[in-house]
């Protein structure tokens, strides 16, 4: 089965430009994470939707970032306006209960470098 | 109490030696430990994972050791090679009707020595 795809791989902007972060899920999985990956740290949820509502988004910066699955499928994380503590890879993961629903699947992740 | 602690920050094994990484966690809800592996340029990938009813779980070279009662959990490479050069995290998560919720722990920066 193919894997999880984000695009585009590397972004470089100015801070309070905006940037999109797009993912497309193994096909099936009914839920999807965005993370946040800082330089020489684990992986921090942001956002967790399940098919196209969402579980949890306690730790989302509601003020700068979102994010939408509108269809319950491929899924995109906007910044606006960019911090240079956003700096960071964002993964996207995804995961079905018929596959295992603690099995998460990660794509190779956005590096996003904010000057 | 939602966080993960995990050490050593690096890890240095000469070729055929054996690795060690250690994660400790407070919130006794979790339900589900995994390992997971990432290589620089990729994504994480699961490597083993296990659950609080077993104390040890093997996986060829790859041993999971868990201390329900100290609420800490290891990671064992044997025979280490170059090729198991990676970061390693530890992670944590309770289930729900939603699927997992995962916590992960700092990262270990393993480097097997040829």
């Known amino acids: 089965e193919a894997g999880v795809a984000q695009s585009p791989r590397y972004k470089i902007i100015e801070k309070r430009q905006s940037v999109a972060f797009w993912c497309n899920p193994i096909?099936?999985?009914?839920?999807l994470y965005w993370y946040q990956q800082i330089l020489g740290q684990g992986p921090k949820l942001l956002i967790q939707?399940?098919?196209?509502?969402?579980?949890?988004d306690s730790q989302l910066p509601k003020d700068r970032f979102s994010a939408e699955r509108l269809k319950g499928v491929d899924s995109t994380l906007k910044i606006q306006p960019a911090k240079l503590e956003d700096s960071a890879v964002y993964l996207c993961?995804?995961?079905?209960?018929?596959?295992?629903?603690?099995?998460?699947?990660f794509g190779a992740g956005s590096r996003l470098t904010v000057l | 109490q939602q966080q993960v602690k995990q050490s050593p920050q690096s890890l240095i094994v000469q070729k055929g030696g054996i690795s060690i990484i250690n994660c400790a966690y407070e919130n006794t809800a979790f339900d589900y430990f995994p390992w997971y592996q990432q290589f620089p340029g990729k994504g994480p990938a699961l490597l083993i994972a296990i659950r609080p009813d077993v104390s040890e779980k093997k996986e060829g070279r790859f041993t999971i050791s868990f201390n329900k009662s100290a609420k800490q959990f290891s990671l064992h490479i044997m025979d280490s090679q170059p090729g198991d050069s990676a970061t390693y995290f530890c992670?944590?998560?309770?289930?729900?009707?939603?699927?997992?919720?995962?916590?992960f722990g700092p990262g270990t920066r393993l480097s097997v020595l040829p």
């Open positions: 993961a995804s995961s079905s209960r018929s596959s295992g629903a603690n099995v998460l699947t």
């Open positions: 992670a944590a998560s309770i289930g729900d009707n939603y699927g997992q919720n995962f916590v």
């Open positions: 096909s099936g999985h009914a839920t």
């Open positions: 939707f399940q098919n196209n509502g969402v579980v949890d």
